[in-house]
């Protein structure tokens, strides 16, 4: 049996392993410690741990696993399924002392990173030697490297380079049961055994407490062109998306934002002028990267070509570094701008690109049956589409059982489309209780018979990922 709360005498013995200045159990800390980004949620721990080694943390995993103690793993509490909420309380493991990037190898393009470097720091760091870190999420500002690969993030670059997995070649990682193991080796091919840094990647904290990655760098780009296109209707927006892959055009990145997003990003972020007609539903933001101008803008060209066969608005070129900045800071605040203006849930649909126009067609069709308000984002190139369903008007009855029933109507249209439910967020807490829906009963079973080899008592990240049914 898990046990959510820790006696006196656990404290003592935790206090030993790492050290009383390090363990904490105030209300104050622990409640900070109990949330992240998803929604208004709180689940404080027990107590609040910060181990600052490896062998730290087997200790600490030893003991909970001997005791039945639940564990948490908390980054930089950025998520939005929930990953990191402590929801059968026991004890909310931070990594913020593993902050160091410990090796940059520019003779083999890698870097040695401690999960708790954000990820910014991280990308800017390498940039400096003339690397290139593409991930690159919305909040890479705030959110740590360690939580982007527990998630397996993406970002807007995805599009072109990839998402998290494709750039971690190997991971120390910390079992449940207190061994202390490397997933792969630092190289670029490797066809040894099963791919245990591959399944580590997107766990989200369920298999184990990852304490050091080796990640693939490239050279960094010297060049991009940026364009912000108004359309007039947003279905025909979606349907460009398409259209300019099949050009041969592959961008570094294609945002889509609906109006409101944009209106309501504009009104909450200072500093930051566009000006938008009446008329104008969504935006498409294209950028195009490389090392030779006069190929960027060749490429440039087609893609007006694309989307002029569409009812658009004059096309914003940004000609300076201030003016791409001033626009990207514009896509990177919707999140926010949202969560500003009213309480909300945000899906993370993602279906094959094409698929886009009907994707967004049926999230309005089933807001009008259900009486919600959406505003839909996200990375177009990548078909991922975030869905922000707002509260607004809605009773709180509403709100806790009707909307969740839309919800699951929104997920069975993305999986009719040949999508899934999560793109890059995750499934957590939050997102559970529709696996079911992408995946059949005996794949759920595989995936528990994977969590019980890793993690046979249970403790770490409990109630997570797998439905309600299989935990």
């Known amino acids: 049996m898990i046990e959510s709360t820790l006696n006196v005498e656990w404290i003592e013995a935790l206090q030993k392993i790492i050290g009383a200045d390090f363990v904490f159990l105030d209300q104050e800390t622990r409640q900070n410690y109990g949330h992240d980004e998803t929604e208004d949620y709180v689940f404080p721990p027990s107590v609040v741990l910060k181990p600052g080694t490896a062998q730290e943390i087997a200790a600490i995993l030893k003991f909970a696993n001997q005791h039945h103690i639940p564990v948490t793993p908390i980054g930089g509490r950025t998520g939005l399924s929930g990953g990191a909420l402590c929801i059968r309380q026991g004890i909310g493991l931070s990594m913020e002392r593993f902050n160091k990037i410990l090796n940059i190898d ?20 390498v940039a400096e030697k003339n690397l290139f870190y593409p991930p690159d999420p919305s909040s890479q500002g705030s959110c740590w490297i360690g939580g982007n690969v527990a998630e397996n993030a993406g970002g807007a670059r995805a599009v072109k380079y990839g ?4 750039y971690v070649l190997n991971l120390e990682v910390v079992l449940p049961t207190g061994e202390i193991i490397w997933t792969g080796a630092n190289t670029l091919k490797n066809a040894t055994g099963y791919n245990l840094t591959q399944l580590m990647v997107g766990s989200e904290g369920t298999l184990g407490v990852i304490t050091k990655i080796v990640l693939k760098l490239l050279p960094k780009v010297s060049h991009n062109v940026l364009m912000l296109v108004p359309f007039y209707n947003a279905f025909e927006a979606c349907e460009a998306v398409s259209k300019i892959f099949n050009a041969g055009i592959t961008p570094s990145a294609l945002e889509f934002m609906e109006r409101d997003a944009i209106d309501w990003t504009l009104r909450f972020v200072e500093g930051v002028s566009v000006t938008i007609k009446n008329e104008v539903q969504a935006h498409l933001l294209i950028e195009v990267d490389g090392n030779y101008p006069e190929i960027l803008l060749a490429e440039a060209e087609k893609i007006m070509t694309v989307v002029e066969q569409f009812q658009i608005d004059e096309v914003l070129f940004a000609d300076t570094e201030d003016q791409k900045n001033a626009l990207w800071k514009i896509r990177r605040s919707v999140a926010e701008a949202v969560k500003a203006n009213s309480i909300y849930k945000e899906e993370d649909t993602v279906v094959p690109r094409y698929e886009l126009p009907k994707l967004l067609e049926g999230i309005k069709t089933i807001g009008n049956k259900y009486g919600f308000k959406s505003i839909c984002y996200g990375h177009a190139g990548d078909g991922n589409l975030h869905v922000n369903i707002l509260k607004s008007a809605l009773t709180d009855e509403e709100w806790h059982t009707e909307i969740p029933k839309g919800i699951r109507e929104i997920f069975e249209l993305t999986v009719a489309l040949k999508g899934t439910l999560s793109g890059e967020h995750g499934i957590g807490f939050v997102q559970k209780n529709f696996m079911d829906i992408a995946f059949s009963n005996t794949q759920l079973q595989i995936m528990q018979g994977i969590k019980k080899v890793f993690d046979p008592n249970g403790i770490l990240n409990p109630g997570k990922v797998l439905p309600d049914t299989f935990s």
Do not use: C, G, H, S
């Open 106 to 125: 520019q003779q083999n393009l890698q870097v040695t990173v401690e999960p708790a470097v954000i990820t910014q720091v991280l990308r800017e760091a």
């Open 163 to 166: 998402v998290t997995k494709d």
